[in-house]
């Protein structure tokens, strides 16, 4: 087992696979790394890679030097903190003071804390780790930094996603001197100030997706509550009162039902926090009012509202391309069948059923098509290559079109179904009906949006004009100019 535990993270053929880290010039600039666990390799991998000489400290040298690329020279820990000006601290909180021994040597030197608190350790201690080094080695200089990057984008190089270091210090030189060498090693540094910001650095590893939190949590809620109306009147009204089981229908009829519902209300959950700010703005007559915080949030979460849409709709896409592959499904086709040769009727075809589902699914394809074409456009790397005017025509104007393409879908799927008693099952009526609220009340308020008395009121308002008259403000004759107007 302790053998087991010598094995690096990350394999020392990676490290050596690369000719260029066999050597670097005498005259490169030095950096001390203390400690060698998987950071400290992958530290001092990418430093020697970007041209820096690099020794670490160790308490036991002989046994990890083999694992330091062979350019990395890897001694006792106070022959290595003897030259080098910037030190780096790739060891553990609670590991910090058996460090003190090395005051005398750290002294004037820039200590970089790279330490990641767990959540427990982060809630417990009021100081972040970098200010508690700080308070440990009061005669240097500590700098907060790379804490954010894991030691695997350390040795892969850095990415598109997690390029940004945070660096935060009390002393400008020492943050700038980091600064450069994290640009040298090709990520880019962000300058967060004093060393009071540190606590908020080393709380950045520790979220977990925060934007995502709310809208997963609103597509949860709505499916639970759509999935529980759904058994109550696919599920448990047959069984009490017609004593039928179908229980079975509960892993996939009841969830592909359920899901088009969520999207669908995600769907126009997107759109209608911008009809709700138009008409806050039409109300106070400016725009120079903050929104209340609640909406606010709610519109900076739109795009992962119309993520998960688009999630549930391809989910329900895929449903119901399996629903014909269930033994249910085969062995109501055969009873069916059954029933038409003991009825002696030939040729089962309902004109109007056949057309409804032609035109149904045809629009729930565009409609999934146009969603799918926003979540791409949604992706960075697109959006980077969108204008603001293209970015914002794909995701208000196509996407208001995916809202109506969805609407349809529904009302054709409904068909006459809402006007029929039977549909009503447990006096609920069916659940289309339902999910059509919102989005009905989005379309009416964005049509009424298109009347010329609102929207040119609005068009002025966006572009700066007030109804008390503190900016006096004329709309340009030229249409096309007053169309350019931001639209929320
Ligand atoms: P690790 O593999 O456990 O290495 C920690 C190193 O600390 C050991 O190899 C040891 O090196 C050294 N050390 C010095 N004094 C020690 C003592 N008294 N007791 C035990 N070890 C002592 O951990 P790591 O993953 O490299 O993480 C090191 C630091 O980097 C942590 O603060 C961590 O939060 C931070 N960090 C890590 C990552 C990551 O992806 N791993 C990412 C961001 C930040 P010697 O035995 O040679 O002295």
């Given at each position: 087992m302790p053998e087991e535990m010598d094995k690096p993270l990350i394999s020392l053929h990676l490290v050596d696979s690369d000719s260029s880290l066999a050597k670097v010039p005498d005259e490169a600039p030095k950096v001390g790394i203390l400690g060698s666990g998987d950071f400290a390799r992958s530290l001092a991998t990418r430093l020697v890679g970007s041209g820096f000489k690099v020794v670490v400290g160790s308490r036991n040298p002989k046994r990890t030097a083999g694992l330091f690329p062979s350019a990395a020279q890897v001694t006792f820990q106070e022959e290595a903190v003897s030259s080098p000006e910037v030190i780096f601290v790739a060891v553990f909180r609670e590991h910090y003071s058996s460090l003190c021994s090395l005051s005398d040597q750290l002294a004037g030197k820039i200590l970089v804390d790279v330490s990641n608190p767990t959540e427990q350790e982060h809630l417990q201690h009021r100081e972040s780790n970098a200010e508690y080094l700080a308070s440990l080695f009061p005669t240097c200089t500590v700098v907060k930094a790379f804490n954010v990057i894991s030691a695997w984008t350390l040795q892969a190089g850095p990415r598109?996603?997690?390029?940004?270091?945070?660096?935060?210090?009390?002393?400008?030189?020492?943050?700038?001197?980091?600064?450069?060498?994290?640009?040298?090693?090709?990520?880019?540094?962000?300058?967060?100030?004093?060393?009071?910001?540190?606590?908020?650095?080393?709380?950045?590893?520790?979220?977990?997706?925060?934007?995502?939190?709310?809208?997963?949590?609103?597509?949860?809620?709505?499916?639970?509550?759509?999935?529980?109306?759904?058994?109550?009147?696919?599920?448990?009204?047959?069984?009490?009162?017609?004593?039928?089981?179908?229980?079975?229908?509960?892993?996939?009829?009841?969830?592909?039902?359920?899901?088009?519902?969520?999207?669908?209300?995600?769907?126009?959950?997107?759109?209608?926090?911008?009809?709700?700010?138009?008409?806050?703005?039409?109300?106070?007559?400016?725009?120079?009012?903050?929104?209340?915080?609640?909406?606010?949030?709610?519109?900076?979460?739109?795009?992962?509202?119309?993520?998960?849409?688009?999630?549930?709709?391809?989910?329900?896409?895929?449903?119901?391309?399996?629903?014909?592959?269930?033994?249910?499904?085969?062995?109501?086709?055969?009873?069916?069948?059954?029933?038409?040769?003991?009825?002696?009727?030939?040729?089962?075809?309902?004109?109007?059923?056949?057309?409804?589902?032609?035109?149904?699914?045809?629009?729930?394809?565009?409609?999934?098509?146009?969603?799918?074409l926003l979540a791409v456009t949604s992706l960075p790397s697109i959006a980077n290559s969108l204008n603001w005017r293209e970015f914002s025509f794909v995701q208000s104007s196509l996407g208001f079109v995916a809202l109506v393409l969805s609407t349809l879908h529904t009302l054709t799927y409904g068909w006459t179904r809402a006007f029929e008693e039977s549909r009503y099952k447990f006096y609920l009526p069916p659940t289309f009906t339902l999910t059509l609220l919102v989005p009905c009340v989005v379309i009416l308020a964005k049509a009424l949006f298109l009347l010329p008395c609102i929207s040119r009121r609005l068009a002025r308002i966006r572009r700066g004009w007030e109804r008390d008259g503190t900016i006096k403000f004329t709309l340009p004759t030229d249409h096309a100019l007053a169309e350019k107007t931001s639209h929320v």
């Open positions: 598109d996603g997690n390029r940004q270091v945070p660096i935060c210090g009390d002393q400008p030189e020492a943050r700038r001197a980091v600064s450069e060498m994290a640009l040298a090693m090709g990520f880019m540094p962000v300058d967060m100030g004093s060393l009071a910001s540190a606590r908020e650095v080393e709380a950045m590893p520790l979220r977990l997706l925060p934007a995502w939190k709310v809208p997963t949590l609103l597509a949860l809620g709505l499916f639970v509550c759509f999935y529980a109306y759904n058994f109550v009147r696919d599920v448990l009204q047959p069984y009490v009162q017609e004593s039928q089981n179908k229980f079975f229908k509960l892993p996939v009829s009841v969830v592909n039902t359920t899901l088009p519902c969520v999207a669908y209300v995600l769907l126009s959950l997107v759109y209608l926090p911008g009809v709700l700010a138009a008409a806050l703005q039409l109300r106070r007559g400016t725009k120079y009012q903050r929104f209340p915080d609640w909406l606010d949030h709610w519109l900076q979460h739109r795009k992962q509202i119309g993520l998960l849409s688009f999630f549930c709709a391809a989910l329900h896409a895929l449903y119901s391309f399996c629903l014909p592959l269930r033994r249910a499904h085969r062995y109501d086709l055969v009873n069916l069948a059954v029933k038409q040769v003991l009825a002696n009727k030939s040729h089962l075809w309902v004109e109007e059923e056949v057309w409804r589902m032609e035109i149904y699914l045809s629009l729930g394809v565009l409609a999934l098509g146009t969603l799918s």
